[in-house]
């Protein structure tokens, strides 16, 4: 049985990890000390996602490079661009926070959804399908927090959508992680 995985497979699948584990650990320390701010808290993330999409756009364009490797390569500069502009400036952070968390997942969410529809051969397709649902639904409610600029759902959101990331990129990357071929 050939071995398909939609996000590929590398060996640098423990990079991917480690992001996954930075953002579980950015989220619950938000979660925790949500008095170190709301504009902290936007240039904590940004440059949470300027590394995130480095580490995307390294694993895409590495000579083996992994399948669906344009997926992370788009994803990658969208996470760049925001993680920049939320570092950018304190003041435009704090207006455009949650729009653009709200755009990195509903991109997220439609990527694991499109790959949940492209492995429903395999056994546990309908988990990526889940996350995908999951994923959008985090992009919506942020959509609505960022339309009433209410701060205390937004911080909620954050702290929320942080951990749940980093937990669905850590399940990612041993997904990602290469089988041993005995020979």
């Not at 170190?36 to 904590?44: C, E, F, L, N, R």
């Not at 390569?73 to 207006?95: C, K, N, P, Q, T």
């Not at 399908?129 to 911080?155: D, P, T």
Request: proline share 2%; aromatic share 22%.
């Amino acid at each position: 049985m050939k071995n398909f995985n939609f996000w590929g497979q590398t060996r640098y699948w423990w990079v991917v990890l480690l992001v996954g584990i930075l953002l579980v650990l950015g989220g619950f320390a938000y979660w925790f000390w949500p008095e170190a701010g709301y504009a902290v808290a936007s240039q904590i993330f940004g440059w949470l996602l300027v590394l995130t999409g480095l580490v995307q756009v390294c694993a895409s364009a590495g000579v083996n490079r992994p399948r669906g490797w344009g997926w992370w390569l788009a994803g990658g500069v969208l996470d760049m661009f925001i993680g920049f502009m939320l570092v950018r400036s304190i003041v435009l952070s704090e207006v455009v926070f949650p729009y653009f968390l709200a755009i990195i997942f509903i991109f997220w969410g439609v990527a694991s959804i499109i790959s949940s529809v492209t492995t429903r051969s395999h056994r546990y397709w309908w988990m990526y399908l889940i996350n995908g649902i999951l994923l959008l639904i985090i992009g919506f409610f942020f959509l609505e927090a960022g339309w009433v600029q209410n701060m205390m759902m937004v911080s909620f959101l954050t702290a929320l959508a942080f951990i749940y990331w980093g937990f669905t990129i850590a399940m990612t990357a041993y997904d990602m992680k290469p089988a041993v071929s005995s020979r």
